[in-house]
């Protein structure tokens, strides 16, 4: 069984900096697709930033220029770097794990994060 384990989250200003972090109980998890994703209150899960076994990264638009994600997989972690916070950065955040295509072409994941709250005032 695999399973992530998120820190960081909190309270910030807008404009601050924190980072999440995401540990993965498997060594394979560099073979792994990694997402973080967003839900904020009454609004619908979105993909934030994701990173491939082979390093590459896209991200949402909303956070382009501002995050950064990256893993190390030495030691089984993924990170998001958020800076200039925003207050619409306020959400639960998760990181996810293994993405997998289903037969109608969406996307989904094996494994999930707890989640970690992140509030932005301005």
């Known amino acids: 069984q695999v399973h992530l384990t998120q820190s960081g989250g909190g309270s910030f200003q807008s404009g601050g900096s924190l980072r999440l972090s995401c540990v993965i109980s498997?060594?394979?998890?560099?073979?792994?697709?990694m997402t973080w994703f967003c839900q904020a209150p009454g609004k619908e899960s979105e993909g934030v930033a994701s990173?491939?076994?082979?390093?590459?990264?896209s991200y949402a638009d909303s956070v382009k220029g501002r995050f950064t994600i990256t893993r190390d997989n030495a030691e089984n972690t993924l990170f998001l770097q958020m800076n200039s916070l925003k207050p619409e950065d306020t959400a639960m955040y998760y990181c996810?794990?293994?993405?997998?295509?289903?037969?109608?072409?969406?996307?989904?994941?094996?494994?999930w994060g707890q989640g970690t709250q992140v509030t932005v005032s301005s």
């Open positions: 990173i491939l076994s082979d390093g590459r990264t």
């Open positions: 996810a794990a293994d993405r997998t295509l289903d037969s109608g072409g969406s996307y989904g994941y094996n494994y």
């Open positions: 498997r060594y394979t998890s560099s073979s792994y697709c």
